[in-house]
């Protein structure tokens, strides 16, 4: 029997979608001109740029100059937090972040921390909910800068960052929020969020990698992060990488179309995965909120045994998926994230992260189940952790 | 990311298990760094006739506990105690640096499986457990170490 392909792990990345590749293919070949160039070659490849941001705008609810393509959602991160930290450091020095931030996130603050800024991270509560009221109490004289994502990438809580929003603009604060797992799998509009600045990354939601954009509010002074010719109104320069730009606006556009239905499939099957889950397995945790959650993300943390190891034989039986676990990464700490909800070393080691998307099917989910059972059940055999908890030690 | 050796020991361990009334029980590592090993030897006239264990961990930390026993298992105590996590390691044809962690945590599982098995026994005086049973970071410096390497 041929072993399945079932791929579960969306959040980290999506294929394009072939509508969206075809947009893109002529930027490769026959139209590889530059877009600054004046010759027609380039002229519309300039035009392609164009209509790339006025989709992106109209999709994210953004004036046409408010978007500016980057080379990826980090990218955008590190311009967004770093930018604004340089242009204001006169006001003051002070950056407010979460405790449960992507690494795009984290590590530029703690970056920033070296170079003489103040960061505070704010707790999040056991479903990684950041509290608005901790945000306003944070805020000080020399606050510049609040950057809290829009949905986390392990456990999908959506933080309430319209609450946030209110809260910055009355203490004449920025606010920059990483939206880069929502994107595609929630609304998003800039003007009724209230965010300064916003991140999103075109692998996500079926666009391609390397291509990321920023929402930068218009009347907002942020450095540049580069620095080089007049591409991008001269904010974030280097050749536009054209194919890629196309790309991210194709696959947004579709995104954004096909939004609820989407959301509905994606939701659908997460919670039939759960439900089977918790009814087939003992000793399961949910991690992260069963509402105000990402559709897709299911992150599950299996007591007496190690995420690793279920990944590993997971993949054995075609299923890809991702784990909270520190081996997997190469360290030996257990996700950031989970420790931050609380959950103990030995709990967080042994999480799994579903995520689910455009490709995936009931059957899907029913194999899924079937191989959880069975292989947690020999992970738990060979676990002296199950042993002792079995003979009531 | 695993050799083939690796892969077959984790996808098929050997000695998978508990051995009752066993003459030696160690068990090293803990749950916060994510590693725990427990090895259960049976011994007769100071020769391991028979050696089992459970594992919580990665593929590495199975993988390196079921060829530790493999390697073990018929040998006198002596010939056992010269099992190096070396070479564990050597017998699966290698492991990542970052996992190299496992193989000294299977080193320790099998000389704290003997020193219980001394102590039962009235061999030593003072057994204090052996291996790590704390977070004293020393995963990370092994961790480290290896990184410098690279």
């Not at chain 2, 930390?61 to 298992?73: D, H, R, Y």
């Not at chain 2, 009235?122 to 990370?140: A, N, P």
Request: charged letters at 25%.
């Amino acid at each position: 029997m041929n072993t399945p392909v079932i791929y579960l792990d969306h959040a980290a990345t999506t294929y394009v979608k072939p509508e969206v590749f075809e947009a893109m293919k002529p930027y490769f070949t026959e139209q590889f001109g530059n877009a600054s160039s004046l010759y027609s070659l380039g002229r519309s490849n300039r035009k392609a740029v164009e209509e790339a941001r006025a989709t992106v705008a109209r999709c994210l609810g953004a004036a046409e100059n408010e978007i500016y393509f980057t080379g990826s959602g980090t990218e955008a991160d590190n311009w967004a937090i770093k930018g604004i930290a340089q242009a204001w450091r006169k006001k003051g020095k002070h950056i407010i972040t979460s405790s449960i931030e992507h690494p795009a996130v984290l590590h530029t603050c703690q970056y920033l921390q070296k170079e003489g800024y103040d960061v505070t991270y704010l707790p999040v509560d056991s479903e990684g909910f950041v509290n608005p009221a901790d945000v306003e109490k944070a805020i000080r004289p020399d606050t510049v800068l609040v950057t809290i994502m829009m949905a986390n990438n392990e456990i999908g809580t959506i933080q309430p960052i319209k609450e946030i929003a209110e809260i910055t603009k009355k203490h004449g604060v920025f606010f920059h929020t990483d939206a880069v797992q929502a994107a595609g799998n929630i609304p998003i509009n800039v003007k009724d969020l209230g965010v300064d600045l916003l991140t999103i990354a075109g692998h996500k939601f079926y666009g391609p990698k390397g291509v990321g954009a920023l929402y930068i509010r218009k009347g907002v002074k942020i450095d540049s992060f580069m620095h080089g010719g007049h591409q991008e109104r001269g904010k974030r320069p280097s050749t536009e990488n054209v194919p890629g730009i196309v790309g991210i606006a194709a696959a947004l556009d579709l995104a954004v179309k096909s939004l609820d239905a989407y959301y509905q499939k994606t939701y659908a099957l997460r919670e039939k995965a759960l439900n089977k889950i918790m009814e087939r397995i003992p000793h399961v945790k949910l991690n992260g909120p069963r509402e105000n959650r990402l559709p897709g993300n299911l992150n599950l943390s299996f007591r007496f045994i190690e995420g690793e190891s279920l990944l590993l034989m997971l993949d054995m039986k075609g299923i890809k998926a991702s784990s909270g676990s520190a081996c997997s990464s190469g360290s030996l700490d257990p996700s950031h994230v989970l420790l931050a909800i609380g959950l103990p070393h030995e709990i967080a080691h042994g999480s799994l992260r579903l995520t689910f998307g455009e490709d995936n099917t009931d059957e899907d989910v029913d194999y899924l189940t079937d191989c959880l059972t069975e292989i947690v059940g020999k992970l738990r055999n060979m676990s002296p952790l199950w042993e002792d908890f079995v003979k009531g030690n | 990311m695993y050799s083939e050796k690796v892969m077959d020991h984790f996808t098929n361990p050997r000695n998978v298990g508990e051995i009752e009334n066993a003459d030696g029980v160690g068990q090293v590592g803990n749950a916060k760094c994510g590693d725990i090993m427990k090895m259960y030897l049976k011994i007769e006239d100071g020769v391991i006739v028979d050696a089992k264990f459970k594992t919580f961990g990665c593929g590495a930390a199975v993988a390196t506990s079921s060829m530790a026993t493999e390697l073990i298992k018929g040998k006198t105590i002596k010939e056992a105690e010269l099992v190096t996590n070396k070479a564990v390691m050597e017998a699966l044809d290698g492991l990542p640096p970052v996992k190299v962690h496992c193989s000294v945590l299977a080193e320790e599982a099998i000389a704290a499986a003997l020193a219980d098995y001394r102590a039962k026994n009235g061999m030593v005086e003072d057994y204090e457990g052996g291996g790590c049973t704390g977070c004293c970071g020393g995963c990370h410096a092994h961790h480290q170490e290896f990184d410098e390497e690279e």
